[in-house]
């Protein structure tokens, strides 16, 4: 047991609670979170209702293509602007017909007499949102907001990207970042399916967490399987606070897909995850503000048991049997779950930084704003390996 760090009921729900003034909830708005994939917004449902760290919001496209995440409720008589409509410039509330732009500001207000000033009494929440990587990702935290990090999978543009949706999660999204620092359950929970335990006889793994300036890189050395065989690692990064960036081959066509699944908190008790995939080809050419297209996947079966027989599936039984908000307070760590003592430290760390306006880990200077942030994958299994590159040497800028 790791007498040093015992959680208690006020630390496990100051590390998971999201709402607006919680200590996470408050950090985690300093970040640029993934709300929607952009093409979950069509010419004919341009609008759409969610939640996110537990606020009930509207993200709306204008008919010019601009991009709005407003409060749900119209500050007028509160009625839902998920039901009203868009133009040109703003969205237009369906009970009394007043309209906001994408910044909040009221801009009509049909039923008031002409010089009516009841218009700029008006002070609506809404959140700057920019398209990157075919997700919209909006800054919910006091402004001025810092740049958006232009990570590899969201920013090359040589090859195929695409945008992945996951069903809801019914649980905490600590308990999705935790296991990205967990990487002793590779070999158990997913021993069926993914490829390492199939090559290895026996458990028996070296790990190791290193901080850099994006989060924690987690590195996995497993011994050589016989004589003539080398020690293999893998090594990808939990960056700070809540996405996994990963490379995985796929099984049918032997493509390396490269990608970052983000866990984004809808409220306390559910997490819905979106993961980005970008395969580098030669022929392909996908900007990185396009609108991908999207898939849905299916965690659970028709009869809603898991889907045992898939990585994401197996991963999903974990976090949600852990119970909605795991009781850390009566957990039992071991030494191998070191990495994750290391990221609640880590945790821990920013939530201060953040109550003391200090800077936080993974921000970008503003003077190396368009830069792409290239992570250093390896997973020498399947062939990726620190000089096999992937992506052109052009795009390889850190
Ligand atoms: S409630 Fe929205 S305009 Fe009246
Ligand atoms: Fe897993």
Redesign the pocket.
């Known amino acids: 047991m790791w007498a040093g760090f015992l959680i208690t009921r006020e630390q496990n729900e100051r590390l998971t609670q999201v709402g607006r003034g919680t200590p996470a909830g408050e950090l985690l708005r300093r970040y640029w979170q993934p709300v929607l994939a952009a093409a979950e917004l069509t010419k004919d449902k341009p609008i759409k209702a969610i939640r996110r760290l537990g606020e009930d919001l509207v993200v709306f496209r204008t008919t010019n293509g601009h991009y709005g995440l407003v409060d749900e409720r119209?500050?007028?008589?509160?009625?839902s602007?998920a039901y009203g409509s868009v133009d040109d410039d703003g969205i237009r509330?369906?009970?009394?017909?007043?309209k906001y732009d994408t910044s909040g500001a009221c801009i009509e207000?049909p039923a008031e007499p002409s010089a009516s000033k009841l218009k700029d009494e008006v002070c609506h929440i809404a959140y700057p949102v920019k398209l990157l990587g075919g997700l919209l990702f909006a800054y919910m935290g006091p402004l001025p907001a810092p740049p958006l990090q232009r990570w590899d999978v969201l920013a090359w543009t040589h090859g195929k990207r695409w945008v992945q949706k996951h069903t809801l999660l019914n649980c905490n999204w600590l308990q999705t970042m935790e296991n990205s620092v967990d990487p002793a359950h590779l070999y158990w929970l997913h021993g069926n399916t993914a490829h390492l335990a199939k090559a290895v006889k026996e458990y028996g793994e070296e790990h190791e967490f290193i901080q850099f300036d994006y989060g924690i890189m987690k590195r996995r050395i497993t011994p050589s399987s016989g004589s003539g065989s080398s020690p293999k690692i893998d090594q990808h990064p939990l960056i700070f606070p809540n996405t996994l960036r990963h490379v995985l081959k796929d099984k049918k066509n032997g493509a390396i897909r490269h990608n970052v699944q983000c866990r984004v908190p809808v409220d306390d008790t559910h997490t819905q995850v979106y993961m980005v995939l970008f395969e580098p080809t030669e022929s392909d050419e996908t900007p990185a503000e396009s609108i991908t297209p999207l898939e849905y996947y299916a965690l659970r079966n028709d009869d809603g048991s898991y889907r045992m027989d898939k990585v994401l599936g197996q991963d999903a039984m974990a976090w949600e049997t852990q119970g909605a908000i795991m009781d850390r307070s009566a957990e039992l760590l071991g030494v191998s779950d070191i990495g994750i003592v290391k990221y609640r430290k880590l945790l821990e760390e920013q939530i201060e930084a953040a109550k003391e306006n200090s800077p936080l880990i993974g921000f970008v200077p503003t003077n190396r704003e368009d830069q792409i942030i290239q992570f250093n994958c390896i997973n020498e299994r399947i062939g990726v390996s620190e000089t096999s590159g992937t992506a052109p040497a052009d795009q390889m800028i850190l």
């Open positions: 119209c500050p007028h008589r509160h009625a602007l509330c369906p009970y009394h017909g007043w207000q």
